[in-house]
């Protein structure tokens, strides 16, 4: 019978069928970060547990770190505290750490490929929603909560529910400056954040093997915000050049082996999917989130929607409240909306490449009086080798902050934050209420866009902005 990516991969890794529908699946690679192991680490040492497999783990601080300064003594307690309990449980469980002052520290999302912790064929399982991005190398990789990491830890197996599947077929060609980010915020807003629920997302079609894998990566992590707790794309050549000669990845013979396997992964032509989308790639135009959830994104040349268009009751008094939230009035154009903050970084688009694209906009231009706007790279590594291309020097001489690797102000949990009633352009990929600080409002978007709303003062269509001079 001919089978899907997610059908291969969970085939693999099945150890048994259990009553009543769930299985226990084998799990390969576990990422480990300061906010969801605590309570893990913790339940593995009231039961007298050791960690059964621990270099198949890797442990590092990226949520609560802060990115103004790195080495020395975290001023922040809470901060400091968590990244030093991570530190303590991982040389007492032997569980390999990436130190904060290392060059392997970074966003578990970011690092994990980068090092070739991530492979394709393989489980792998962190206490994070956003593990959705490694099934851009064809993983089976989903977020678990945070006694699933305990059990993880002890036994290198979880309990799990067969998803569903579904297909989302991707053709035509990205306009420029259009990219994989305005596709995702396309692809939720039509299918809306439940969309991809109970789904296993595997994205097809020669616009996907012509994405870089930062691409890929990207259109993944955000399969959670359609409600898609896996999103995947078929290994190929792309995958393999990425992968080739990373520091964990096979090496000689082996790597030759797995290159063999991995080529074996994709879903077969005639593969059955439960549900399947369509979406044509020329048609998106860049977009931004206007609201408080990240399928509340339109085009850029859009204009707030007005809710008393909406016949369902429930649905208009939501898109109400967002707006109030959000401090928008139906039918003001999106462009134009000013700005105070902008952020550059997170899981979704702090990999090198969305760092050249920011900057290739930011180069010979100012940010707008106003306006602060800092760029936090994924990894300490990215940071370096944009550094090596002289980005930093792009963004700082524009007016830039240029910061250490974490996940910044993509969520309130360091120093990095919103003051009440800001309003940021921001590549992360979550707008809720407070994510960015209280009373903070998020603009989803891309690195172009996000870098031209810093140029401009406010949210702009990256297409339409003023020449450098
Ligand atoms: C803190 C962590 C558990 C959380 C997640 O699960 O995704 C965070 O990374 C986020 O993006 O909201
Ligand atoms: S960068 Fe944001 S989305 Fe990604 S892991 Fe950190 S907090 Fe979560």
């Known amino acids: 019978m001919p089978s899907t990516l997610y059908d291969k991969l969970w085939d693999s890794h099945l150890v048994a069928d259990l009553p009543g529908g769930e299985a226990l699946l084998y799990i390969d690679r576990h990422l480990v970060h300061e906010v969801s192991s605590p309570q893990a680490f913790q339940a593995l040492r009231d039961a007298g547990r050791r960690v059964r497999r621990p270099e198949t783990h890797l442990a590092v601080a990226d949520h609560a770190v802060p990115t103004r300064a790195r080495g020395g003594t975290i001023a922040d307690p809470l901060a400091s505290a968590q990244v030093a309990e991570l530190e303590a449980n991982a040389a ?6 990436r130190r904060l002052d290392g060059e392997g520290q970074g966003i578990v999302h970011v690092i994990g490929p980068e090092a070739g912790f991530t492979l394709p064929g393989i489980t792998l399982v962190c206490g994070d929603s956003h593990t959705t991005t490694h099934g851009a190398f064809g993983a089976l990789a989903f977020g678990i909560g945070a006694s699933e990491c305990g059990t993880v830890m002890a036994a290198q197996c979880l309990k799990q529910t067969r998803a569903k599947t579904m297909r989302v077929e991707l053709t035509g060609t990205l306009s420029p400056h259009v990219t994989a980010k305005d596709v ?36 993944c992590n955000m399969t959670i915000e359609a409600g898609g707790r896996i999103g995947l ?9 990425f992968l080739k000669g990373r520091a964990m990845a096979p090496q000689g013979a082996p790597w030759d082996q797995a290159v063999a396997y ?14 399947s989308v369509t979406l044509d790639l020329g048609e998106i135009a860049p977009q931004v989130s206007w609201g408080t959830a990240p399928d509340d994104s339109a085009p850029i040349t859009a204009r707030v929607p007005d809710p008393t268009t909406l016949a369902d009751p429930s649905a208009r008094a939501k898109m109400e409240k967002a707006l109030a939230y959000m401090g928008l009035s139906a039918g003001t154009a999106l462009s134009g909306i000013a700005i105070d ?3 550059i970084g997170s899981c979704t688009n702090g990999r090198i490449e969305d760092l050249r694209a920011a900057a290739a906009i930011v180069a010979g231009r100012r940010v707008a009086p106003g306006v602060t706007a800092i760029v936090v790279p994924g990894s300490t590594a990215t940071k370096h080798q944009a550094e090596h291309e002289g980005l930093d020097a ?21 120093d990095d934050r919103l003051l009440p009633g800001e309003r940021c352009a921001s590549t992360s990929n979550r707008n809720f209420e407070g994510r960015q600080g209280p009373g903070g409002c998020t603009h989803l978007m891309s690195p172009a866009m996000a870098a031209a709303a810093g140029i401009a003062g406010h949210l702009v269509d990256v297409r339409t902005l003023e020449p450098a001079r």
């Open 233 to 241: 794309v078929a290994p190929d050549e792309t995958t393999f050049a």
């Open 262 to 275: 991995w080529r074996t992964l994709g879903s077969d032509p005639e593969a059955v999917f439960d549900k």
């Open 92 to 97: 007492a469980f032997d569980v390999p750490y």
């Open 341 to 343: 903050r902008v952020f």
């Open 394 to 414: 792009v963004f700082l001489a524009a007016g830039f902050e240029w910061r250490h690797a974490g996940c910044s102000m993509c969520v309130a949990m360091n």
């Open 184 to 219: 995702a915020l396309a692809l939720i807003a039509r299918i809306g954040g439940l969309g991809a629920a109970g789904h296993a997302v595997e994205y097809i079609g020669p616009a996907v093997s012509a994405m870089s894998m930062a691409a890929r990566m990207t259109l």
